[in-house]
């Protein structure tokens, strides 16, 4: 930097000027940091509650792929590390001391809370055994007002036989509520217990892997999958649109953050104008002024977008815990939503959103000196 424009800057900046002028250069930057802050945590928000609901319809659900069959699938298709596990659907109603309710019975097979699910769900389990075991959600056992190894009765509807035969049963686990819309209602018991055999076979892959392609090789390979997606489609929709509506207001947000990026180029250069003018008239160069004017501009913009990012970032950090506390006081607010989600911080279209900032201010600078100049002449 030259000895000219190592004064010069700083003075535009505010340097050993009044309150007023550093507030005339602090305000553009300011309502670019606050813009950054609210786009960076909608973007982590949006990534963060998506990716769980899309993980509890695995998890809570039939698996990430469903295989209609009567027999397992073959080994050699699934992925070493998936896990599969015998299931039914069974509807009923069920009866603890206290309260009765209507109940989706997921009949399973042994160790089904032993791998991925138990982990993410964290599912609290009694020690030793238990007669017809359950594992119901904390919501479910809210309603029910049991604890474990409390005792419930559960009438299962048969429907081959058209009754329903009752049926003693110990709650053996509890996990927390995570997704009400599904989990409210649901409980676990052994297929043992049910007394039926398995519809199916459930997929479960580690978070990240896609359903496409399996679900194309089960089915060339003849066995009939459905994905999650598939299988609870209203609820997937349901979601997809809600993440939409989210988007629809980064959208708004974003430009916004543009047109503030816009701004603080044209605030910094109207306001400079007859300084402008007096260096062109002292033989400056343009080249010179767009430097001082780009230095300025994006050197505020960077910090201002970057502060602003971590920020964001923070906030997003921070907000599983809020929804922790509204779901503690409130949980009707958040009955068709996640009620907790891991954080997941998408670095790629953070930088990007920087970039594009950084972008809109580089160009707002050309043009805005482009048209001073060139009136001047």
């Known amino acids: 930097m030259s000895e000219f424009s190592s004064l010069y800057i700083p003075r535009k900046c505010g340097a050993g000027l009044g309150a007023d002028r550093k507030i005339a250069f602090m305000l553009p930057m300011a309502l670019i940091l606050l813009i950054a802050a609210v786009l960076v945590f909608a973007l982590v928000f949006i990534q963060s509650v998506s990716g769980t609901i899309e993980r509890m319809l695995e998890l809570l659900g039939r698996g990430t792929v469903f295989v209609q069959s009567e027999y397992p699938p073959d080994s050699l298709i699934i992925p070493y590390d998936a896990e599969v596990s015998p299931s039914k659907l069974l509807e009923g109603l069920v009866y603890s001391e206290n309260a009765e309710g209507s109940a989706f019975i997921h009949a399973v097979g042994p160790g089904y809370f032993d791998g991925m699910r138990g982990e993410y769900l964290d599912v609290e389990i009694q020690d030793g055994d238990a007669l017809n075991p359950a594992v119901i959600s904390s919501a479910m ?16 509807y048969q429907s081959d036989k058209n009754r329903t035969r009752p049926l003693l049963l110990t709650v053996s686990g509890i996990f927390q509520s995570v997704y009400p819309q599904l989990d409210s209602s649901l409980i676990y018991i052994p297929l043992d217990s049910s007394g039926y055999a398995p519809d199916g076979y459930e997929i ?27 299988m609870y489609s209203s609820i997937y929709s349901n979601a997809v649109s809600s993440i939409n509506a989210l988007y629809l207001i980064f959208m708004a ?21 007859e300084d402008i003018k007096i260096l062109v008239m002292l033989g400056s160069p343009v080249s010179l002024i767009r430097s001082l004017y780009m230095m300025i501009t994006m050197a505020g913009t960077a910090i201002a977008a970057s502060a602003g990012a971590v920020i964001g970032i923070v906030l997003g950090l921070l907000s599983p815990y809020a929804f922790q506390a509204i779901s503690l006081s409130d949980p009707a607010i958040l009955s068709y939503y996640v009620m907790s989600f891991s954080v997941s911080i998408p670095w790629a279209r953070v930088i990007l959103m920087i970039i594009l900032m950084l972008s809109v201010a580089f160009i707002s600078v050309e043009l805005s000196l482009f048209r001073l100049i060139k009136r001047m002449n």
């Open 253 to 273: 947000v974003a430009l916004l953050a543009a047109y503030f990026a816009c701004d603080a180029a044209y605030v910094y250069i109207s306001r400079d104008r």
């Open 204 to 230: 479960l892959l580690p978070e990240g892997y896609g359903s496409e392609g399996l679900e194309e090789e089960l089915g060339k390979a003849g066995f009939p999958a459905l994905s999650y997606m598939d």
């Open 141 to 156: 056992a809210e309603k029910l007002s049991v604890g474990l190894g409390d005792r419930m009765t559960l009438l299962l």
